[in-house]
């Protein structure tokens, strides 16, 4: 995979309140979201599209805490630590750092949950309700940046997750814009969006619609033929899950590309492009972008694969 190349990321007016709108729709009207940012900019050198990716992972992962409602929270502030908080912690470099506090209050999780929550694969979820990949692209992308992640959590209290990003102390990370900053561009186009979990399909048609999109929604892979069949003229592309009822992503697509053999088709999945062609699941030309969806990077694939 090739990593974006860094860029400067201003905590309290970029990426974090750019990514709520999207946080909103995620978590559902049952779920408050409050947020508390830090007046002044706090600079980090990051990844700015792998921080949404990090702030929509713990969204998710809280939303699922919370069935019934709740209040989700995000803050930010920048921290100074010295070696006595390494020494009673037993990680963390001491100096400054941004720090992101996302917490819920929802049902917590016990010590042994705690301790295997970043471990890939590992999930408390029902089968079929998640892959278990979430909390460890979280955990490898805060480390991928130099930082670490504290969690603290007790059953039927809620759990609150600390985000420690180092400070940027280079003249050179406060330079202007770059490439990988510019939005995206905005299309007219139609696109039919096949997703199985609510938040999702809620999610994806709010970044398409912001963007200019004409989204249509369907809920499994037969409704996405029947979608399709019904708005052929008017679909360019397929927004598909890999994994849905009725029919999956694959055998959907197979019987759509017999009524137009050069329909376009990006799948999301939780899973790697290789390691679904790994598994044959896949074919070898087949587009994939990885879940949970990240909005730029969903709305840059999105615009290259209609541009060919």
């Known amino acids: 995979m090739v990593v974006p190349e860094a860029v400067p990321l201003q905590f309290r007016k970029l990426r974090v309140q750019h990514v709520q709108k999207f946080l909103v729709r995620i978590i559902g009207e049952d779920i408050q979201l409050k947020t508390s940012f830090k007046h002044e900019p706090i600079m980090v050198y990051v990844d700015s599209s792998q921080i949404e990716q990090v702030l929509i992972n713990l969204s998710a992962n809280a939303r699922d805490a919370m069935p019934t409602g709740g209040m989700l929270t995000i803050e930010t502030e920048q921290q100074t630590l010295d070696s006595a908080f390494q020494q009673a912690h037993g990680y963390g470099e001491p100096g400054q750092y941004a720090v992101v506090t996302v917490s819920d209050t929802g049902c917590g999780m016990d010590d042994e949950t705690r301790k295997k929550i970043f471990e890939p694969f590992f999930t408390t979820k029902e089968v079929g309700k998640g892959t278990g990949l979430g909390m460890s692209i979280v955990y490898g992308i805060i480390k991928h940046h130099k930082g670490f ?13 600390r985000l420690y990003i180092p400070v940027s102390d280079s003249e050179e990370t406060y330079r202007g814009e770059v490439a990988s900053e510019v939005a995206p561009a905005v299309g007219t186009e139609t696109i039919l969006v096949a997703e199985d979990e609510p938040a999702v399909r809620t999610l994806v048609e709010a970044i398409l619609a912001e963007y200019g999109y004409q989204v249509i929604l369907a809920e499994d892979g037969q409704d996405c033929i029947d979608k399709y069949i019904a708005n052929r003229d008017r679909i360019a592309l397929i927004l598909m899950d890999m994994i849905m009822p009725k029919k999956s992503g694959k055998e959907a697509y197979e019987e759509i590309k017999r009524l137009q053999p050069d329909i376009k088709v990006l799948y999301s999945s939780g899973y790697s492009a290789d390691f679904i062609r790994n598994h044959g699941v896949g074919e070898e030309s087949m587009e994939v972008i990885a879940k949970p969806v990240q909005p730029w990077e969903l709305l840059r ?6 541009d060919r």
């Open 149 to 161: 992640i504290s969690v603290y959590s007790e059953h039927g209290v809620g759990t609150v997750f």
């Open 301 to 306: 694939k999105i615009r290259e694969i209609l």
